[in-house]
């Protein structure tokens, strides 16, 4: 069975940049985890690759983005501000960026991880395509450090930093509720990641807090486009909804174009809240109230714990949350 540093950290207890560390000598580390390691090493019977080990002893300054882009969906402006928010960072710390897309397929997705793992990098920095199922360990091999960003993976293997996107979404509809909606529609993309599972909790918790119950006829689910949000509206206004929280961009100005073009009042008929906040946002008629999320901040968190990690933190593994914020304009 080959063995890999990840396996070595595991047995000694150490982060596999310590690990690094050691077998490269390319930063003091302390004698007794020096020992650990080498123990660890010689119990797995895990030999460095002499090839491997000769390019690690030199820095490439390069770290990586792996993002799920989709064509046809506005989230892209989302990856792009954390994209802007790691450049910052690696700048003033003389790192250079390699964007890869994913294109939300998880085949995809660890081709390019594959890709990754042959090249000269020092780290990664990833939103998973499959946050739930798929056990990332398995290509992930510990060679550099890795963080997740905006999806948490099913075990934590890495740091991993998030939006509390579900607060934001809680006071959205907790809202709505106080300014007397009773039924309120919820347009969603599919679930099975954790911002779509965390917001949909959400909306039923604030339901629930309000003596009010979870109505499946008013929750509608589909691929995230601009014609299923508003297909999804067109629906929901059947049911008679007075209000529609949708949970993503793309979906959200399907929802508007449907009302609009059903000539429904915004917000004295029905009343819509969206999420995210981009320019267009604050042009329409009225400006839309939103769910704004801090990317460019999550890309600088992330990449300050992925730096830390590279100059050889041991620290335990962590899962960050950057508070999400309700911004009310006309629209509710």
């Not at 010689?42 to 491997?52: I, W």
């Not at 607060?167 to 809202?175: C, K, M, Q, V, W």
């Not at 309000?210 to 589909?222: C, F, Q, R």
Request: proline fraction near 4%; include cysteine; glycine fraction near 6%.
């Amino acid at each position: 069975m080959n063995r890999s540093m990840k396996d070595v950290a595991k047995k000694a207890r150490v982060s596999t940049a310590t690990v690094s560390h050691v077998i490269n000598e390319t930063r003091h580390v302390a004698e007794d985890t020096r020992n650990k390691v080498h123990a660890a090493m010689k119990e797995l019977d895990y030999r460095p690759n002499s090839v491997a080990r000769s390019l690690r002893s030199r820095k490439s300054n390069i770290i990586g983005l792996l993002v799920p882009l989709v064509a046809s969906d506005t989230s892209n402006f989302f990856f792009m501000s954390i994209a802007n928010g790691i450049e910052q960072v690696l700048k003033e710390n003389g790192y250079n960026l390699i964007l890869s897309n994913s294109s939300e397929d998880l085949e995809v997705e660890q081709d390019q991880i594959k890709v990754f793992n042959t090249q000269f990098i020092e780290g990664l920095i990833i939103a998973p395509v499959d946050s739930h199922t798929h056990d990332y360990s398995d290509n992930l091999h510990g060679e550099y450090p890795t963080v997740f960003i905006d999806r948490k993976p099913k075990e934590v293997i890495s740091d991993t930093v998030l939006i509390d996107s579900g607060a934001g979404t809680y006071e959205a509809i907790d809202l709505l509720i106080k300014k007397g909606h009773r039924r309120i529609g919820y347009v969603t993309g599919p679930l099975g990641i954790t911002t779509s599972d965390e917001r949909i909790e959400a909306y039923s918790r604030a339901l629930r807090e309000h003596g009010m119950k979870y109505n499946e006829n008013l929750v509608k689910i589909a691929p995230a486009t601009f014609e299923a949000g508003e297909q999804l509206t067109k629906e929901l206004l059947e049911e008679d909804i007075t209000a529609l929280f949708v949970a993503n961009n793309i979906m959200t100005m399907g929802a508007v174009h449907c009302l609009q073009k059903n000539d429904k009042a915004i917000p004295e008929e029905t009343a819509i809240i969206g999420f995210d906040d981009y320019e267009w946002m604050k042009v329409t008629s009225p400006p839309l109230s939103v769910v704004k999320q801090p990317s460019y901040e999550l890309g600088k968190k992330a990449v300050e714990l992925l730096i830390e990690r590279i100059q050889g933190s041991d620290k335990p593994y962590e899962v960050y949350r950057l508070p999400s914020k309700l911004v009310v304009r006309g629209s509710c």
